[in-house]
């Protein structure tokens, strides 16, 4: 895995972290009003926000420049009010506006990504349904 984290608030961060296997990969920011972190392991995002002053929220982006990311699914988050997440040709898009509470908050994703064998299976599977309804249905034409 190469991630790479493309922060446009509260101040502009761009970081990359490599790694391999299980092992987690984390990128943290502090200012004078919070301490972010994102945490990758075991297919997993762990986004948490300690706030402890107004926070003016945030905008992320996560790239994984070996492979993109295929699936993101929200599994928990106390985030209010308006976090927003997306998940657009294999980048990661997370968006808080921020908040005057005093507390950390944490979001939690499932997140996968599409390693290249399993694409290179998939696209061969598909391949061979397809030919084999394009042989059956042949076969009825002619028949």
């Excluded at 929200?74 to 927003?84: G, K």
């Excluded at 990661?92 to 390693?115: L, M, N, P």
């Excluded at 249905?137 to 028949?143: D, E, K, N, T």
């Amino acid at each position: 895995m190469d991630l790479k984290l493309n922060a446009t608030s509260p101040r502009p961060i761009r970081e990359s972290v490599a790694g391999s296997g299980t092992a987690p990969l984390t990128f943290s920011s502090v200012d004078g009003a919070n301490v972010y972190t994102a945490t990758f392991a075991d297919r997993r995002l762990t986004i948490q926000d300690q706030v402890l002053d107004v926070s003016c929220g945030f905008g992320m982006t996560f790239t994984d420049s070996t492979s993109p990311f295929a699936l993101l699914e929200l599994v928990s988050s106390n985030f209010t009010p308006d976090f927003t997440f997306d998940l657009t040709d294999g980048v990661i898009s997370i968006s808080w506006t921020g908040t005057e509470s005093q507390d950390t908050f944490t979001a939690v994703f499932d997140v996968v990504v599409a390693e290249p064998a399993s694409l290179s299976l998939f696209a061969l599977g598909f391949a061979g349904v397809t030919a084999a309804r394009r042989r059956r249905s042949g076969a009825r034409v002619s028949g």
